[in-house]
């Protein structure tokens, strides 16, 4: 099967340019003549190939690694244990900044020692334009969180104001989603704007520069006009074969159970300038134009974070996904610091005839004999019987499950579900994890403390038939096409509606951003009624965002797919109920 999905969606950017290689990077940076260098980096980033391209190409008289500014190593662990805490899994968002990591009789020295130097000095590492304090030149070192991950699994990266390189994965990966990443953010959206240029430096030795005003620019453009963040893809106990096919992906890779094809925190952006492409962090374009991309209201109530994330899980000849549950908003907020949930739904992109899912409780099922034997089984190898206690489900293609938080589920083997949910994305309580390995090996951390905190018992069979299961109700219909609500239950913030069609049909944003996946045919043409945006091409699963300030859009069945009935899924935010799901 040929696949024409598209892994590296590059958004051509009209002006500007952008420098490739250590030697044209100095050079650029020698035109400006700086005494004081600072190059901000974000964590993950190399520092040694900065350090040494430096020193060799800019030879200045002084090179300052922040590191040697900050509090000692030990006193920094003791800061962060309180949001990293011993749970396995999950912290607590910090709150903390980047100048709490600084020791400023450490910075009065360094300053110190720039004010009595006589040549060109560099500042290099998090925390350059603190320690700097007024650098003739400025650069930001960004760094996608997806890279950041698979340095962590490769002990060439570690935690902010760490060497932990040789800790887990999971350990390195928490640390980093509840105190590096928020306090580096913090500190990102404090002095981007005041810097000259940004690098990037995801592929190593192949570094590429533009300045800080043609990223913004860039950005002004993107929320002009649909388009599409970096997908990746991940392997996993459960995973399956479809993706490999669909994606085209790695066919010596034993599976793929996750695709990330929009949770922009993690995603990136690839800009293409001329003949060159510059990676940036996809969650920047929130941080830096989130009224224009999310829309005034979804800006009000969640401020700059994205509210929709889009995935798939691949089981297709693979296993089930975990038994599991996702926390109540009260819950999340006092145990872990998030102001909403993960709210989730399956739509079921493919099915086999024996695939199914786990969703909701059986009649009269009592929740101290489930625990118990949940505990059995984690505790004493003793296998659970899930369908002693949870519904089983026989989906089809095209099903859409709702799954608000606190109800028990699961996706079984030999289907591809798209995951359409509130972005909050790690907050999965295992409760039962089939008694096999993860891919490293070791048992996957379960959750029953959690898990026996926020189940909703009360979601039984007759409850899940009634409230959740595959909700589908039209909508309007015209000569062409016609549309479907879909999915999420009646207390989500999300909204997603089904248009199937064969002709152009007319869609507008309504002031709020929208998520869209082709969910069937080969490919689609999106278009701009007045000509505001260039044509825009979709094929089949791909995963693309409209911008709220966008307003109007048509799609029509494009290329082979003319003619032929095709149908996308749309998410949006239901404005009127962030109050009641945005914990402030």
């Known amino acids: ?7 590296f969606p590059i958004i051509a950017i009209q002006k500007h340019t952008c420098i490739a290689g250590w030697e044209n990077i100095a050079e650029e940076i020698k035109k400006n003549s700086p005494e004081i ?7 993950g980033v190399f520092l040694n190939e900065i350090m040494a391209s430096v020193q060799e190409l800019l030879t200045p008289e002084l090179i300052i690694d922040t590191s040697k500014a900050m509090k000692p190593e030990d006193e920094i662990a003791a800061m962060v244990q309180q949001y990293v805490t011993d749970d396995p899994v999950f912290g607590y968002i910090t709150p903390l900044e980047l100048e709490d990591y600084f020791d400023s009789s450490k910075i009065a020295a360094f300053q110190k020692q720039i004010d009595n130097s006589q040549g060109r000095i560099a500042v290099i590492g998090p925390g350059a334009t603190l320690v700097s304090a007024q650098p003739g030149l400025s650069l930001y070192a960004d760094m996608p969180r997806w890279e950041i991950q698979m340095r962590f699994r490769k002990n060439t990266a ?7 390189y040789t800790d887990s994965f999971a350990y390195q990966y928490k640390h980093a989603y509840f105190v590096d990443w928020r306090v580096c953010d913090r500190y990102k959206k404090r002095v981007l704007k005041k810097c000259h240029f940004v690098l990037d430096t995801t592929l190593p030795q192949q570094p590429k520069m533009i300045s800080a005003d043609a990223l913004f ?3 002004q453009q993107i929320i002009t006009q649909p388009f599409r963040v970096v997908p990746f893809f991940d392997p996993g106990p459960w995973g399956g074969q479809w993706l490999k096919e669909v994606c085209d992906l790695d066919r010596n890779v034993t599976n793929y159970a996750w695709g990330f094809d929009c949770v922009p925190e993690e995603n990136s952006l690839l800009l293409g300038f001329g003949d060159q492409v510059i990676e940036t962090p996809s969650i920047n374009l929130v941080f830096f134009q989130p009224e224009a991309l999310l829309g005034k209201k979804v800006y009000n109530g969640f401020g700059d974070e994205f509210p929709i994330r889009f995935d798939f899980l691949d089981t297709m000849e693979g296993g089930n996904l975990s038994l599991q549950v996702h926390p109540l908003k009260e819950y999340i907020k006092e145990k872990f610091g998030m102001t909403y949930t993960q709210d989730e739904s399956y739509y079921m992109l493919e099915a086999k005839d024996n695939a199914f899912v786990y969703l909701g409780l059986k009649e009269n099922t009592d929740p101290d004999a489930m625990m118990k034997d949940l505990a059995a089984a984690q505790n004493d190898n003793i296998p659970f ?8 489900w026989p989906v089809r293609k095209h099903n859409h499950f709702s799954i608000p938080a606190g109800t028990i589920h699961c996706s079984g083997a030999d289907s591809v579900v798209l995951e359409i949910s509130a972005t909050p994305y790690i907050f999965t309580f295992k409760l039962w994890d089939w008694g ?7 048992p996957r951390p379960i959750s029953l403390e959690h898990g026996k905190n926020v189940i909703q018992w009360n979601r039984d069979t007759s ?11 039209p909508i309007a219909e015209g000569e062409g096409w016609r549309e479907e609500r879909t999915g999420l239950d009646a207390c989500s913030f999300i909204e997603t509606r089904r248009h199937w069609f064969t002709q152009k049909v007319l869609h507008h944003t309504e002031g709020v951003v929208n998520v869209l996946n082709l969910v069937e045919g080969s490919e689609v043409i999106i278009e701009s009624p007045n000509n505001s945006f260039e044509p825009y091409v979709i094929h089949y699963a791909e995963t693309f965002i409209v911008p709220a300030h966008i307003g109007a859009y048509t799609i029509t069945p494009y290329g082979e797919s003319t003619g032929k009935e095709c149908a996308t899924i749309k998410a949006t935010v239901r404005t009127e109920m962030i109050a009641n799901k945005v914990l402030k």
């Open 37 to 43: 260098i600072a190059i901000e980096c974000y964590p």
């Open 1 to 7: 099967m040929k696949s024409n999905f598209n892994k």
């Open 463 to 473: 409850w899940t038939q009634k409230n959740i299961l595959n909700l589908t109700e």
């Open 436 to 442: 096999r390995m993860g891919l490293d090996g070791k």
């Open 385 to 392: 019987d899930a369908e002693k206690y949870v519904q089983k």
């Open 158 to 164: 570690c935690n902010l104001g760490r060497t932990n």
């Open 217 to 219: 620019e860039a950005f």
